[in-house]
């Protein structure tokens, strides 16, 4: 296996030649060069992180010379793009959903509490939207939102001293495909690495399912994902083919899809 | 169509657990350990562990909505329910949760998820020997399961000395039993330093010393299969 | 004045820090030191054994029953030693009426597991006739007043209290089977060894020695220490915490050997006292 | 029975040795006759607790031991009542009585309520809104009259036991006596008011007029024990002055007796 060389107890090593590789809690990452980083913890998504400045994502903490590991996963990085110094992140197979400011997720609406709505989004706390935070909706014009209905929504507010906090319009006020989920179709859970796995920019899964039949697929942050094919017998494959993908190799996937294809 | 299908996956799950599944092999002076993750399908994490013919199952939740009741400001309110294999909990196992309990809070960063609640639910599956030990492996690699956010790992260890003053490592229930004392130890995977102690029977100061830095060294053989479990498990990811 | 307790109420921990970085304590003791220990024997007369340990502010009294029960089938030769602790909520308001809490169940737990590894008392001693009759000694250790450094007090009381039982004389009756309790003539309990803790804070890697409640909700982690005369430990317990070294744990035996010797003089100078032969 | 499995168990059963004293009969007490209205030493003490807002224990020389403490004002679950709440809990060690052990989880809910029911004349419960005021009782050893010198810990109320045995009614019977009394009677004065805040009576205790003879003894008994509580508390709140806004609500109500006065 490729880890026997790295000592168990994470002895120190230089954050470069981890990248890809599996990194446990406690690990220390040394980052050479990178002294000028202050202790501040920063979020992945925090807005306009400096010029040249290291960002230290999910998984990381700023501690001792470098970095310290708290999840256990694969340790992943961007290189220093536009205006960031790079970024350095710990993918894992993480099911607890935790929010994050930005991050688009399907909620439950659980209660109607005066002027906002409580939304569970799968973590520790339920969320709040406010009814005005819709798409045309004003004090008169009432969006038309019932207890049970699934939304799709964004986080404005969300860390964790705060009651997270969703909204269904964009900066501008648009809807952009935020809102009221329609009736019907399949809600699932699945692990928190898979959807990001299936929003990654050109993901094989959603290209090889796309050859299938056409449906509609919504993918929320929080692990859930909800899907809506012409007939619910279609629906029920497409779930259960992304379900299995959790444990799939690329290879596997392809058989079953191509199974599922000759009927 | 659906049937066929459903064979598709039957097929799917089989290979899913031979692939998950890690296997220590045999390791000097420690029984052999197996270990998978995530196979409950409920829990946010969870783990079984088997060091020998102990085994253990952990079910991990969290962070999730906490009581009113139990909530803390400024951190995570963490509980381990430790469940016997027959019978209800009593005061034996109750203060094995708290040891459990107390230990993970010192490695879990519960202040990263204040107001909620991490609840480890361990399950004794088979009691043969080094048993608190292998409820704390079990619990560290739920919660690594679980992705909560960590210092460090620990892991757990026995040490059983005997009448003449030698010691085993991961005894069984029968050498337990022969046993003239018998430790057990957690042990943090950044420093090696002892986070829990617990002790049956009575030792000499020279031997606790030699049976923490036994422990010591047998702790690195665990977490090097910590290791080599995670990576199994991201290898095909 | 004013300004050090709003300073103490606001930021317990910084506050705490304060003092231990000039290596003294909040109520003026240095990091070694307890508190004042006495102990009153004999108090209970309706107990058969009983102790009162006052350690600083903390207050626990443990009074001994003994009764008569059947060995267990597989252990016909031995009785019973059964320990509880209560934390009623009388001695502090973190503690609510009903059946004990968790750490009551520890702190009882803790106390039946030194009774096991230092073999006090030899089960084998409490048996009265093989197979049919057995003394139960039920210890309840009973907390009046909290203030930390809880299993100490209760290790305490629970040896004196030990050493002040007397047992009455119990013969067998040849025709009945029977057994004939003679209540004019008593006899102490065989005491193999005299097991005393020392409880330790662990204030990130300082050690602090009996510590008070308000310094145990503040430690990030506990230690006990339970060692007998031969300076053998019977339990070296540490329910998780701060991580320590095998040099800091070796420093914290010696300080656990000598505060046995404190405690074995004073429970040796009660007794005296109390039965001047 | 259901195992307790909050408690290190022990044997299922067990009795108490009492049972096998030899000669079979209790000991035959000398019994000494004694004046009938005579009290029992008494020592009490307040403030002994360092966790508790205000605390006391009593002591009769017959050998009842009862430690008292007062927690509180806390806010008080449920709907917000105008009025205060007292919980009052007694508690009787496992070692305290002679013979058999008592089970630990057994508590004395009908003496917990006598407490209760005395201490509401005496609290001025109007005073706490929404707030709830926990009482607890530990019974440290028996030796008769528990109740009495439980109420006897909180200064208004001082309090008096007695039992009848054949005609005449003995005032604060020990443990001895009260076993072979066929009733009793607890009475709890609120002295400064003279009137009866607490009255338990049990047995048979034959014509009323009995009755109402006890009552008066009981009431004389109470008189008396007043001056002796009040002198511990006074005691007390001197060597505590400049606590004395702690010194639990017992003191702030001295105070307003002082003042009712």
């Known amino acids: 296996m490729l880890a026997r060389a790295v000592m168990a107890d994470g002895g120190a090593c230089e954050a470069q030649k981890r990248i890809g590789r599996v990194v446990m809690p406690g690990e220390a990452l040394l980052l050479p060069g990178h002294a000028e980083a202050d202790g501040e913890r920063l979020r992945l998504a925090a807005n306009g992180p400096q010029k040249g400045r290291l960002v230290c994502g999910p998984g990381l903490r700023r501690g001792g010379e470098g970095l310290l590991v708290t999840k256990c996963g694969l340790l992943r990085y961007r290189g220093p793009g536009s205006g960031s110094g790079g970024v350095y992140w710990v993918d894992s197979q993480q099911r607890r959903y935790v929010p994050v400011k930005g991050d688009h997720v399907i909620g439950i609406v659980t209660a109607k509490a005066g ?111 909800w899907v809506k094919a012409k007939t619910i017998q279609q629906t029920l494959i497409v779930a259960n083919v992304l379900e299995a993908c959790e444990h799939m190799t690329a290879e596997q996937r392809k058989q079953v899809v191509a199974k599922v294809l000759e009927n | 169509m659906r049937k066929r299908y459903g064979e598709a996956r039957g097929w799917i799950g089989a290979m899913e657990t031979e692939q998950k599944k890690c296997d220590s092999g045999d390791l000097p002076s420690l029984r052999r350990i ?23 199952l952990a079910g991990v939740y969290g962070p999730s909505e906490v009581k009113v009741s139990k909530e803390i400001y400024d951190k995570a309110t963490l509980e381990v329910m430790l469940r016997p294999k027959v019978g209800l909990p009593g005061v034996y196992e109750r203060s094995r ?141 | 004045m004013a300004a050090a307790s709003g300073f103490r109420t606001v930021e317990p921990v910084e506050y705490y820090r304060r003092f231990l970085k000039e290596n003294c304590r909040p109520d003026g003791r240095d990091l070694g030191e307890f508190r004042t220990t006495t102990i009153n024997i004999g108090s209970i007369t309706t107990a058969d054994g009983s102790a009162l340990v006052k350690l600083g502010n903390t207050t626990v009294v443990c009074g001994i029953k003994a009764e008569f029960a059947a060995p267990l089938a597989d252990s016909s030769n031995k009785g019973y030693i059964v320990p509880n602790v209560d934390l009623p909520p009388l001695c502090s308001s973190r503690f609510r009426p009903g059946p004990p809490g968790e750490e009551a169940q520890a702190a009882s737990q803790f106390v039946a597991d030194v009774i096991e590894n230092s073999q006090v008392v030899m089960k084998e001693d409490l048996c009265i006739v093989d197979g049919k009759i057995a003394w139960v000694l039920y210890c309840d250790i009973i907390c009046l007043d909290y203030d930390g450094n809880l299993l100490d007090a209760c290790m305490c009381a629970f040896l004196a209290a ?25 006899i102490p309990l065989t005491i193999r060894k005299e097991p005393v803790a020392t409880s330790f804070i662990l204030f990130d890697t300082v050690m602090i020695v009996d510590p008070t409640a308000e310094e145990e909700d503040l430690a990030t982690g506990m230690l006990t220490i339970v060692t007998d005369e031969e300076g053998k430990l019977c339990s070296v317990h540490k329910p998780g915490g701060s991580a320590l070294t095998g040099a800091k744990l070796q420093d914290c035996i010696s300080r656990a050997t000598a505060r046995y010797k404190e405690v074995k003089k004073l429970i040796d100078k009660v007794i005296k006292s109390v039965k001047p032969t | 029975m259901p195992l307790d499995h909050r408690r290190v168990p022990g044997p299922e059963e067990s009795q108490s040795p009492l049972l096998f004293v030899a000669g079979g009969a209790e000991e035959e007490a000398s019994e000494a006759r004694r004046d009938p209205s005579a009290l029992q030493p008494l020592f009490a003490r307040v403030s002994l607790l360092s966790q508790a ?25 449920g709907g917000g009542e105008a009025r205060g709440r007292l919980v009052c809990e007694f508690r009787r060690a496992p070692f305290a009585s002679r013979g058999a052990r008592r089970k630990p989880s057994e508590r ?154």
């Not at chain 2, 197996?34 to 253990?56: I, K, N, Y």
């Not at chain 4, 807002?53 to 679950?77: D, H, I, M, N, Q």
């Not at chain 4, 001197?238 to 609500?249: C, G």
């Open chain 3, 162 to 186: 030990l050493r002040n039982v007397q047992l009455p004389a119990v013969t067998i009756n040849e025709e009945t089977g029977l057994a004939e309790v003679n209540l004019k003539e008593k």
């Open chain 4, 108 to 261: 004395d809910p009908a003496l917990a309520q006598a407490l209760q029911e005395a201490l509401s004349a005496a609290v001025r419960l109007g005073r706490y809104p929404r707030a709830q005021l926990e009482v607890s009782a530990l019974l440290l050893e028996d030796g008769g009259s528990v109740l009495a010198a439980a109420l006897s810990l909180f200064d208004l109320v001082s309090a008096c036991a007695l039992c009848r045995r054949g005609g005449e009614w003995l005032l604060q019977p020990t443990e001895e006596e009260t076993r072979r009394a066929c009733a009793q009677l607890t009475v709890a004065l609120l002295p400064s008011l003279n009137q009866v805040a607490g009255l338990l009576g049990s047995g048979e205790g034959g014509p009323p007029e009995s009755w109402a003879q006890a009552l008066r003894l009981g009431l004389d008994g109470c008189q008396r024990l007043y001056p002796l509580l009040r002198e511990s508390l006074l005691r007390a709140a001197k060597a505590h002055l400049p606590l004395r806004n702690l010194q639990l609500k017992r003191g702030t109500l001295l105070h307003r007796v002082l003042q009712n006065k």
């Open chain 1, 115 to 225: 002027d906002i709505f409580k939304v569970d989004v799968g973590g520790s706390e339920q969320a709040s939207l406010s009814y005005l935070a819709f798409e045309g909706a004003t004090k008169r014009n009432r969006p038309n939102v019932q207890v049970g209905d699934l939304i799709y929504g964004q986080f404005i507010i969300a860390n964790k001293d705060m009651e997270p906090e969703m909204v269904c319009i964009d900066s501008s006020g648009r809807a952009n495909g935020m809102g009221v989920i329609g009736q019907d179709g399949f809600l699932f859970k699945v692990s928190l690495g898979l959807i990001r796995k299936l929003l990654a920019p050109d993901c094989e899964i959603i290209q090889d399912l796309g050859q299938l039949y056409p449906f509609e697929l919504v993918l929320g942050m929080n692990g859930r994902i």
């Open chain 2, 34 to 56: 197996v270990c998978e993750q995530g196979l409950l399908s409920r829990p946010d994490g969870s783990a079984s562990w088997m060091q020998g013919d102990t085994s253990v």
């Open chain 4, 53 to 77: 807002k205000g605390s006391a224990f009593v002591e009769l020389s017959g050998g009842t031991k009862v430690l008292c403490a007062v927690y509180g004002p806390r806010e008080a679950g």
């Open chain 2, 97 to 237: 949760e708290q040891m459990i309990k107390k230990t993970c809070e010192a490695v879990v960063l519960g202040t990263l998820h204040p107001r909620s609640s991490i609840t480890i639910v361990l399950q004794v599956i088979t009691d043969a020997g080094s048993l608190l030990a292998s409820c704390l492996n079990a619990a560290c690699m739920g919660l690594m399961d679980a992705g909560l956010p960590m210092g460090s790992l620990f892991c757990g260890v026995t040490c059983a000395l005997d009448a003449d003053g030698n010691f085993t490592l991961d005894p069984t229930a029968k050498q337990e039993k022969e046993a003239q004392t018998v430790l057990t130890f957690a042990i943090d995977s950044i420093e090696k330093k002892v986070l829990m102690s617990s002790m049956k029977g009575t030792c000499s100061v020279e031997q606790l010393q030699q049976c923490v830095a036994a422990s010591q060294r047998a702790a690195d053989t665990i977490f090097q299969f910590y290791r080599d479990s995670a990576c199994r498990k991201y290898s095909k990811w």
